[in-house]
């Protein structure tokens, strides 16, 4: 998750004011009990009048849609609370409770090899990740993800150590609506002779969408996260910097003067299980950017960046 240190920086593999606010919907095998962090907004889909549904997370907790029509779904993340900005979709298994998905995924972050492995065979019979995007105050993104009927959650990787982990429910029901964004690029996760490698189609704009793909195996989930690339910055320094990070991606104690990237400025798509393509609309600004994965590998544990899953590219 996403390391960015506007918040927690040593997580792994890694929100709209509504006009009145209400407590999120619970199914009945969670707890009654509804974490304070968490605040949904009464507005759904049909009667917002919008195709893009806001999410945002703050000091308050999570506001975010309670409702939505199958298909297409753009949803706009933001963010007022530096502490917060890694707002992620995931599809739970039938019975799943909450506490229990935040478990496993606790395990998935933990940067040892042995718990990323556990956790990630439980994660399969626990919940599908299905993306998201990493931003901050001054980083707002979008993301489009195809739902089907059924019941979502919202999370926010950066608070999920906390026994009140910041989440709230979406029920999408009715009949199917919206549309795709169309991307100018197309990032693509795959492994190539066993290794995982970034496939780029297309060129990236500043401003316009670009679509994130998970073509990895069956249960490997990957993250996409774009730093701007420091001026002079070489594949070499990139080395260099990847060098640092331990076996199983365990982030650097401290930034050096010469890193190639600044985790603060890292915005893009949070983890996705394979077999997945998400649409992104970030704030990326014309120049060279490094995009890297910092998930691991489902079957052994490996650090997929100190594999190889890192890419420089350029924004026009």
């Known amino acids: 998750m996403s390391p960015c240190k506007r918040g927690l920086a040593t997580v792994v593999g890694l929100v709209l004011a509504g006009a009145g606010l209400a407590q999120p919907a619970v199914s009945a095998a969670e707890s009654p009990a509804v974490p ?30 309670t409702t939505a029509a199958p298909g297409p779904t753009t949803f706009h993340v933001t963010s007022s609370d530096p502490a917060s900005g890694w ?17 496993v995924m606790l395990k998935i972050i933990n940067h040892v090899s042995g718990d990323v492995v556990e956790g990630s065979a439980e994660l399969e019979g626990t919940a599908e990740l299905l993306g998201g995007t990493t931003m ?28 009140d982990a910041r989440h709230s429910t979406l ?13 100018t690029a197309t990032f693509t996760a795959r492994l190539v002779d066993g290794q995982p490698r970034w496939r780029q189609e297309g060129t990236v704009r500043a401003g316009r969408p670009l679509r994130f793909t998970n073509a990895m195996p069956a249960h490997q989930n990957v993250e996409a996260i774009f730093f701007p690339l420091a001026a002079g910055a070489t594949e070499d320094d990139v080395r260099a910097y990847v060098d640092r990070f331990g076996p199983s991606g365990e982030f650097p104690t401290e930034p050096l003067p010469t890193d190639p990237v600044d985790l603060n400025e890292g915005t893009g798509g949070l983890p996705m299980v394979s077999g997945r393509s998400s649409e992104l609309t970030l704030r990326l600004h014309p120049g060279r950017y490094l995009l890297v994965d910092f998930f691991n590998d489902a079957q052994d544990g490996s650090s997929y960046l100190k594999r190889g899953h890192w890419k420089i ?3 026009v």
């Open 171 to 183: 029920t999408v029901s009715g009949p199917a609506a919206g549309r795709r964004p169309v991307p």
């Open 313 to 315: 590219l350029d924004v």
């Open 36 to 65: 304070p962090a968490v605040a949904t907004s009464a507005r759904t889909a049909a009667d917002s009048g919008k195709s893009v549904l806001e999410i945002r997370s703050s000091t308050a907790g999570l506001t975010a849609p």
């Open 136 to 163: 901050h105050p001054d980083l707002p993104a979008t993301f489009t993800q195809d739902l089907s009927p059924g019941t979502y959650w919202f999370f926010d990787y950066q608070n999920i150590r906390e026994t």
């Open 87 to 103: 707002v992620s979709l995931v599809r739970p298994r039938s019975g799943v409770t909450f506490e229990q998905f935040r478990a």
